[in-house]
């Protein structure tokens, strides 16, 4: 199966169909979700993942939430999407979502015109996606190395992605472009995510522990770096998985294009900077454990963040579906919304 036709999230006529991403690469498993419960507990367990991914999760689980009675459905949207809002605090997309679904709602939409907002929120994530790769791809030259972190790509949106979008255009195009992808503890994303969807796809990559990443720089094996992001806030400051920090600054001291990859749907206009930024603290258990095993005392104090914040200062230019923002980022992000 080519990676462009996986489907992380489909609607099934009255029901939600989820890959099960904690099961891959190796079982392809896939979850009936017919309750807004079901889909929040897919975001939570990260069953369903990446920023894009969970916007159009939501707004499917409002869909689902708004069937029945008619005089009762305000007040059900109302609750799923109190209870949606409680899974994953920084992705902004899934509150982006929530609101534009909440905002149909309020205006009068019955649960078809609400299904039918849900669905043209994920076909406009896989146009998003197609425009974001158009706009990357031209940021890498031919036979470049690109070091990127977690996944980017088909399972965590609508399309084929967003920093994976760019590598997978820029393959099309002809650029020879090879990939360094960091397996991403705890939960290795990168591992078992991008480097199954980059395989199929037959893009040349090669995996590395995430302590690798400064030595692969020191030896001239990466000519830039490309990441996703969460959430942006207005000056351009970026959550992303725990590690991206780190990759910017190991980038900036030798010199290598670093650059974030996201839709607009993304950027937080209404925080003015990373600080601002909520950062959700997972179970630490997934540091002491991995795929049911124990990687350390099970007494051990773990501290387990999701994301960190990459300062706009370290971030070479930020591709969206509208373009590459550049430096000053508030000026540029507020003039391509």
């Known amino acids: 199966m080519a990676a462009k036709t996986i489907q992380p999230i489909k609607w099934a006529g009255d029901h939600v169909v989820i890959l099960d991403q904690t099961r891959l ?35 499917y689980g409002i869909a689902l939430a708004a069937r029945g009675d008619d005089a009762s459905m305000r007040e059900r949207v109302a609750k799923a999407a109190e209870l949606l809002r409680s899974t994953r605090p920084t992705a902004r997309n899934l509150f982006w979502a929530i609101d534009r679904m909440l905002a149909r709602a309020d205006a009068g939409a019955t649960a078809q015109d609400l299904l039918t907002e849900a669905l043209a929120i994920h076909e406009e994530d896989a146009r998003t996606s197609r425009l974001i790769g158009e706009h990357g791809a031209a940021l890498i030259p031919t036979g470049a190395t690109v070091l990127t972190i977690c996944n980017t790509g088909a399972l965590a949106t609508g399309g084929e992605g967003t920093a994976l979008a760019v590598i997978r255009t820029a393959h099309r195009h002809g650029r020879n472009v090879r990939v360094l992808a960091c397996e991403t503890r705890p939960l290795l994303q990168g591992a078992r995510l991008t480097m199954w969807e980059l395989m199929q796809d037959e893009i040349p990559a090669t995996l590395i522990t995430d302590g690798m990443a400064g030595t692969c720089m020191q030896r001239g094996m990466v000519d830039l770096v490309i990441t996703g992001a969460d959430r942006i806030a207005r000056n351009g400051d970026a959550a992303n998985k725990i590690g991206t920090y780190g990759l910017a600054v190991l980038a900036k001291y030798h010199g290598i294009p670093f650059y974030v990859a996201a839709p607009m749907s993304t950027v937080d206009l209404s925080i003015p900077d990373g600080s601002h930024i909520p950062i959700e603290e997972r179970d630490p258990s997934e540091v002491r454990n991995f795929g049911g095993y124990p990687t350390a005392p099970k007494d051990a104090i773990a501290f387990n963040p999701a994301f960190d914040v990459t300062p706009a200062e370290l971030i070479g230019g930020i591709i969206t579906e509208n373009g590459v923002a550049r430096a000053p980022y508030e000026n540029g992000l507020m003039a391509s919304r």
């Open 25 to 59: 690469p190796q079982t392809e498993a896939y979850l009936r979700c017919e309750r807004v419960e079901q889909v929040a507990e897919a975001i939570r367990s990260l069953r369903v993942r990446g920023a894009p991914l969970i916007g159009i999760a939501a707004a």
